[in-house]
């Protein structure tokens, strides 16, 4: 698996959107027409430009930026004329005085090579009294990258120690937690098989992709140890007893994720389309790889605790014992807050902010937020024609 599914997380500038995005589209032909470097936008904080070592502080940073592989320039309150130039004055000028903004352009390399060189410089010149922030879209996609790889590994491993933790409790049984760490293992690797080559990646909320498919899995494990357990596991009547439920079970599971096929963000629809798959994959790899690991049938009744759990699939079993008179006020109630909360459908975020992506106290949003408090550190293009065809490079 390791071999042809590439594990990398992959984060491009625009992968919040869906391909058929018309505003994504429109990006595009600007960027077509209207080439333009990246801009990394450094937010400095505690130097004041009015004073001779908010200055000189300010120059040292913008020397030391403008060193940095990858930045072609870095525009400041040191290299421009900020308070003359209107341009100048509302891109690196803030409300507070002692705040200012320094802007860099890129060359386009990958932000795997510039980004810790960026972030060396300004963890050199950050101090109690200048604090640094900085923002810009190879930053933004660099340290995403970084979070989700993160996120890859540990929440990988904690779901293989903790969940094989709590089978080992429940199934006593080393070969049925064999079993499970085998079903799970090789429903995610069938998963992201299938995903590659149906052009899919790991990105923004499918890092965790191995661990969605590993619970799936491990749930109609569940099944079929309870059924096992009742027919002194033979197989083919734990099978046969325990597939409806487990099918239903999954059936709810896989709608729900091909619902987020219905959203315009493109990691919602990237997270609708794997999960569907891993979704099935886990259904048809516990019920053809989890019975194999079935202790050795034996003869004879079934557990005590069979007495406790009707087999709904005996004829014999007495009707009153599957479907109990007290119960239906129960599914009645549980019938009436499903219509309730359906009503609720039509107000679902189908396409989420970009900030509510990302931990209210993590590093990527707090940038973002103090940045965007002066301005932010992406520019609107706007694209002008003449009405008449006329060019726009001459007086008139």
Same mark, same amino acid.
């Given at each position: 698996?390791?071999?042809?599914?590439?594990?990398?997380?992959?984060?491009?500038?625009?992968?919040?959107?869906?391909?058929?995005?018309?505003?994504?589209?429109?990006?595009? @032909?600007?960027?077509?027409?209207?080439?333009?470097?990246?801009?990394?936008?450094?937010?400095?904080?505690?130097?004041?430009?009015?004073? @001779?070592?908010?200055?000189?502080?300010?120059?040292?940073?913008?020397?030391?930026?403008?060193?940095?592989?990858?930045?072609?320039?870095?525009?400041?309150?040191?290299? @421009? %004329?900020?308070?003359?130039?209107?341009?100048?004055?509302?891109?690196?000028?803030?409300? %507070?005085?002692?705040?200012?903004?320094?802007?860099?352009?890129?060359?386009?390399?990958?932000?795997?090579?510039?980004?810790?060189?960026?972030?060396?410089?300004?963890?050199?010149?950050? %101090?109690?009294?200048?604090?640094?922030?900085?923002?810009?879209?190879?930053?933004?996609?660099?340290?995403?990258?970084?979070?989700?790889?993160?996120?890859?590994?540990?929440?990988?491993?904690?779901?293989?120690?903790?969940?094989?933790?709590?089978?080992? #409790?429940?199934?006593?049984?080393?070969?049925?937690?064999?079993?499970?760490?085998?079903?799970?293992?090789?429903?995610?690797?069938?998963?992201?098989?299938?995903?590659?080559?149906?052009?899919?990646?790991?990105?923004?909320?499918?890092?965790?992709?191995?661990?969605?498919?590993? #619970?799936?899995?491990?749930?109609?494990?569940?099944?079929?140890?309870?059924?096992?357990?009742?027919?002194?596991?033979?197989?083919?009547?734990? /099978?046969?007893?325990?597939?409806?439920?487990?099918?239903?079970?999954?059936?709810?599971?896989?709608?729900?994720?091909?619902?987020?096929?219905?959203?315009?963000?493109?990691?919602?629809?990237?997270?609708?389309?794997?999960?569907? /798959?891993?979704?099935?994959?886990?259904?048809?790899?516990?019920?053809?790889?989890?019975?194999?690991?079935?202790?050795?049938?034996?003869?004879?009744?079934?557990?005590?605790?069979?007495?406790?759990?009707?087999? /709904?699939?005996?004829?014999?079993?007495?009707?009153?014992? /599957?479907?109990?008179?007290?119960?239906?006020?129960?599914?009645?109630?549980?019938?009436?807050?499903?219509?309730?909360?359906?009503?609720?459908?039509?107000?679902?975020?189908?396409?989420?902010?970009?900030?509510?992506?990302?931990?209210?106290?993590?590093?990527?949003?707090?940038?973002?937020?103090?940045?965007?408090?002066?301005?932010?550190?992406?520019?609107?293009? #706007?694209?002008?024609?003449?009405?008449?065809?006329?060019?726009? %490079?001459?007086?008139?």
């Amino acid at each position: 698996m390791v071999r042809w599914v590439d594990l990398t997380p992959r984060v491009e500038q625009d992968f919040f959107f869906a391909e058929n995005d018309p505003q994504i589209a429109d990006s595009r @032909e600007l960027a077509r027409r209207f080439p333009a470097p990246e801009q990394i936008l450094v937010r400095a904080a505690g130097a004041d430009p009015a004073t @001779e070592s908010g200055r000189r502080r300010l120059r040292a940073l913008t020397d030391a930026l403008a060193g940095v592989p990858g930045i072609e320039r870095v525009y400041s309150v040191v290299t @421009e %004329d900020a308070q003359r130039s209107p341009l100048w004055r509302r891109l690196l000028l803030t409300e %507070d005085s002692a705040v200012t903004n320094l802007v860099a352009t890129t060359d386009g390399r990958d932000g795997r090579a510039l980004v810790p060189a960026l972030e060396a410089v300004l963890a050199d010149h950050r %101090d109690g009294d200048l604090d640094l922030a900085v923002s810009g879209v190879p930053v933004i996609v660099e340290q995403i990258r970084r979070n989700l790889t993160r996120d890859l590994a540990v929440f990988t491993l904690a779901a293989l120690v903790l969940f094989g933790l709590v089978t080992a #409790v429940v199934q006593r049984s080393a070969r049925l937690v064999a079993g499970t760490y085998v079903t799970g293992l090789l429903a995610a690797s069938i998963t992201l098989l299938l995903v590659r080559l149906t052009g899919g990646a790991i990105g923004l909320l499918t890092a965790n992709l191995i661990t969605i498919v590993f #619970v799936l899995a491990l749930s109609h494990t569940v099944f079929l140890t309870a059924g096992g357990r009742r027919h002194a596991w033979d197989a083919h009547a734990a /099978v046969r007893t325990t597939v409806e439920g487990s099918f239903w079970a999954m059936l709810t599971t896989l709608l729900g994720f091909l619902s987020l096929l219905l959203a315009d963000a493109r990691p919602l629809r990237e997270l609708g389309w794997a999960g569907a /798959v891993g979704t099935l994959v886990a259904f048809a790899c516990a019920y053809g790889a989890f019975p194999a690991f079935f202790p050795a049938s034996r003869e004879g009744g079934a557990h005590v605790e069979d007495e406790l759990v009707p087999d /709904v699939t005996d004829p014999a079993t007495p009707p009153a014992r /599957v479907a109990r008179p007290g119960r239906r006020p129960l599914l009645a109630a549980l019938a009436l807050a499903l219509v309730g909360l359906a009503a609720g459908l039509p107000r679902l975020a189908t396409d989420p902010g970009l900030l509510t992506y990302f931990d209210a106290d993590g590093p990527i949003r707090s940038a973002l937020e103090r940045i965007d408090a002066d301005g932010g550190s992406a520019p609107l293009l #706007v694209s002008v024609r003449p009405a008449d065809g006329s060019p726009v %490079d001459t007086r008139d």
